[in-house]
């Protein structure tokens, strides 16, 4: 069975985003083992500088890329390729046939993600061009997942 993991920079604070959360990684799990890795967001001042924000996400994406270790790095990045649910669908088909046991799509933090963690990406993916809050950034993400297997499996969901 796949493995998918998101990883993100950073917790849900709010319990509505939780439990969405939750409730998307309930249903998915019918068709993957889907897990949640949540790492700490760097601590930065108020006002930082761009070398604080640069070494901000240079020590996040290290942090980012062990969590991905033995997967198949997917960026959540603005610059990242636009899919429709359709093409997410045959794009994770197209890694497991590819023979990849492991998907880690990646959310970073306010500030990105570090050039090393968009290099090291199979694809990089873009869910808009507009700029969403992180939160909401992953609810999206895993119900966008769950819809890309219900499509894959000829679920009803997908409309």
Known sequence: MLEVRVICVGKLKEAYWRDACAEYAKRLGGFCRFSIVELPESRLPDDPSQAQIDAALRAEGEK????????????????????????????????????????????????????????????????????????????MLCEQLYRAFQISHGGKYHK
């Open 64 to 139: 980012i890329l062990a969590a991905a270790k033995g997967g198949v790095v997917i960026p959540l990045c603005i610059e990242g390729q636009q899919a429709t649910s359709e093409q997410l669908s045959a794009k994770l088909d197209a890694f497991a046939l590819d023979g990849h046991s492991t998907l880690c799509f990646v959310i970073g933090s306010s500030f990105g993600l570090d050039g090393s963690v968009k290099q090291a990406g199979s694809w990089n993916l873009s869910m808009s061009r507009m700029t969403f809050p992180h939160q909401l950034a992953r609810v």
